[in-house]
């Protein structure tokens, strides 16, 4: 074994053996290694956490986001219940397992990714094919701001504004061919930028690229929206820059993030949280306090609202989260129960 | 070295026992810290009971490593350390539970009754802490002496809440498994450490060798 002397060893910082780039994202190398703890994996934020306190380390540069010029559109208002949860809880609490399986990996680990250049196509059964860049996603169609209730299959709920516009817009540009029955979505694929994709189980076990679908009747209402913002800002990775489904009236899951590929199609599209455990998660995930997730219940939630760590609240789930006025025809006929 | 400068003292044990009490106690003192500064995430409640939960868990891993560790080392002193360590196991799990009802249920017990008893996680969950608070009620010197040979039966509990209580956290996350199966793993290779002080494995290393015996003998 080598023996090294103190006052060798104190010649060297750690920053002039370890490249700069190396020594600033140690953190992340450390744990891609395998060199982490069961408590470490569980909240790289904690970790995080300690050096922001007790040290100066300087975080890593946030996304930048840039304001949108919108209209307010207050048709849904109404619907509302509750309070607007505060910006910094809706962009500091999300499941994005692309970037990691805590509420806090995405926020952390999603500011590098590239938004510009992006490509979103739009094709199958429709007249005309689209492939949008980053500028036409955000200028193509005037965009509005939308309040909309937010319910997790966990259990927990936000309200939040967001900006963008409505699908069915979107996909009258492309022109819906008269066979088609449902709408394909697919998350971006890119494992450099997204560390959950790089390993099935990091990423929760889901088979990546995220797939998420709707039929063509839901894709239709003007209730389901695409997201480019929120809170009047351009939307952080961790939301799912640069665009978004929001479902108001389903479970968060069925609203998939950063989508590169929407395809209209005729046949019933495959839904990742269906693939992975189909005994829970159902194709319509329709907000239901009737119909308990099969390990626990869905009749309540904790709403996520302004204020500190005892204003939090318990309230009752209303069936497809309040918006049942407007979607439950969708589904005249349907056994809910069966189809969950 | 001589061996005996190695050993643990009852003076080096009170030092010990008070390294441990920083220990158990620092994490309690950070989560404050991360709450109060606004650090534990968009929804400190959910966050505050996995930490909680894991501190629970993480101290269980840390009581079931000192008799082997006792052992290996030949340190019988440190056994001493144990009902410390497993106080600790009882504080965490007591503010997991105590976040549980008073932050996410707001002490709504009705709705306790109602829903939780259907979530099967929390009731295995709930078994492991009630027999965690029997091992903690059980813990003075006075009972201990009181009890007799049932204590260390009672206690051995500790090997079943030792598989509860990673079934609770297998079963109550999504589909983020990895820890939950580090878990498992780490208390299978505890447990599996104290296999052969077991009856059973006595029995079997018996009959095995007399079996062993029957077939050297044979003609």
């Known amino acids: ?340 | 070295m001589n061996k005996k400068q190695l050993r643990l003292t009852s003076r080096s044990l009170f030092w010990l026992k008070g390294l441990m009490h920083c220990i158990g106690l620092l994490p309690i003192i950070y989560l404050v810290l991360l709450v109060l500064n606004d650090k534990a995430g968009g929804d400190p409640v959910q966050y505050i009971i996995h930490y909680t939960g894991t501190g629970a868990l993480n101290a269980l891993v840390a009581t079931l490593l000192i008799s082997p560790l006792a052992k290996k080392f030949k340190q019988g002193l440190l056994l001493q350390t144990r009902r410390l360590v497993g106080l600790y196991v009882f504080a965490y799990a007591s503010l997991h539970i105590l976040a549980f009802f008073s932050l996410d249920l707001l002490f709504a017990w009705g709705l306790f009754f109602e829903e939780v008893v259907k979530r099967p996680y929390i009731l295995v969950g709930a078994a492991g802490y009630l027999l965690l608070t029997a091992l903690a009620l059980t813990s003075f010197k006075a009972v201990m002496r009181k009890m007799g040979k049932r204590w260390q039966k009672l206690h051995n509990a500790i090997y079943l809440i030792a598989l509860l209580i990673p079934v609770h956290f297998y079963w109550s996350v999504k589909s983020e498994i990895i820890e939950p199966i580090l878990y498992f793993l780490i208390m299978g290779l505890l447990l599996g450490l104290r296999l052969k002080q077991t009856r059973w494995w006595k029995q079997l290393s018996i009959k095995n060798s007399l079996r062993g015996r029957q077939i050297n003998s044979q003609p």
């Not at chain 1, 996909?171 to 694929?189: D, I, M, P, Q, R």
């Not at chain 1, 890119?190 to 189980?201: L, V």
Request: with cysteine.
């Open chain 1, 1 to 340: 074994m080598t023996i090294i002397n103190k006052a060798a060893w104190d010649k060297f910082k750690d920053c002039d053996v370890t490249p700069e780039e190396v020594y600033h994202d140690r953190r992340r190398i450390l744990k891609q290694m395998g060199f982490v703890g069961a408590g470490a994996l569980l909240s790289s934020r904690a970790n995080a956490g300690v050096f922001d306190l007790f040290s100066s380390e300087e975080e890593k540069a946030a996304f930048a986001r840039v304001a949108l010029p919108h209209a307010k559109q207050t048709e849904y208002d109404h619907l509302l219940y509750g309070e607007q949860t505060p910006e910094n809880k809706v962009i500091s609490h999300n499941n994005f397992y692309e970037f990691g399986t805590s509420k806090t990996d995405p926020v952390d680990n999603a500011q590098g990714l590239t938004v510009n250049p992006w490509q979103l196509v739009i094709d199958g059964e429709v007249d005309t094919p689209l492939t949008l860049d980053y500028d036409d996603i955000l200028k193509m169609l005037p965009l509005e701001e939308r309040i909309y209730n937010f319910r997790c299959v966990e259990a927990w709920s936000m309200v939040i504004p967001w900006v963008g516009f409505s699908l069915a817009k979107l996909l009258k540009k492309a022109g819906v061919k008269s066979n088609a029955t449902h709408v394909a979505f697919e998350t971006l694929y890119d494992p450099e930028q997204m560390p959950g994709q790089k390993n099935r189980y990091s990423g929760g076990g889901i088979n990546y690229p995220y797939v998420e679908g709707l039929t063509l009747a839901e894709a239709m209402t003007d209730l389901t929206f695409m997201s480019v913002g929120l809170y009047g800002k351009t939307l952080p990775p961790q939301n799912g820059a640069p665009i978004r489904l929001v479902v108001p009236w389903k479970y968060g899951f069925k609203s998939i993030k950063s989508i590169v590929r929407i395809h209209v199609t005729d046949k019933q599209p495959r839904s990742s949280w269906n693939l992975l455990a189909p005994s829970e998660y159902g194709f319509y995930a329709n907000v239901n306090p009737q119909v308990d997730h099969p390990r626990w219940s869905q009749a309540s939630e904790r709403r996520i609202a302004a204020g500190g760590l005892f204003s939090a609240k318990r309230i009752p789930t209303l069936p497809f989260n309040g918006y049942g006025d407007l979607v439950s025809g969708l589904y005249d006929g349907l056994n809910l129960r069966k189809n969950f």
